[in-house]
């Protein structure tokens, strides 16, 4: 083997709860430029941030909320295949 590991040799790391400003972005979506508008308006929500710490990350549970309230193109709030009958 190389001095450089293959990827397939690389530790997979579990799934981030927390996210940076870039990757939240990408999560939702959107560019950088666009989330950061987004949160200025109020529409995402704001970051969290580490205590003592100047880190500012996203929770997915909060973004995952925020994509949920969106509404479809056409208006309606809950998808049509969606029923609350029994």
């Known amino acids: ?5 293959r990827s397939s040799d690389a530790i997979a790391l579990p799934p981030r709860r927390l996210l940076r400003r870039e990757q939240a972005a990408l999560y ?3 560019s950088p430029n666009t989330f950061d ?4 308006d109020g529409c995402v929500p704001a970051p969290k941030v580490f ?3 100047t880190v500012k990350v996203w929770d ?3 973004l995952d909320a925020f994509a949920d309230s969106l509404p479809y ?3 309606r709030i809950v998808p ?3 029923t609350w009958d029994d």
């Open 60 to 62: 997915m549970r909060d």
């Open 73 to 75: 193109e056409d208006g």
């Open 1 to 5: 083997m190389t001095a450089r590991a």
């Open 37 to 40: 508008k987004l949160v200025r």
């Open 51 to 53: 205590p003592s710490a």
């Open 28 to 30: 939702v979506g959107v």
């Open 80 to 82: 049509d295949d969606i």
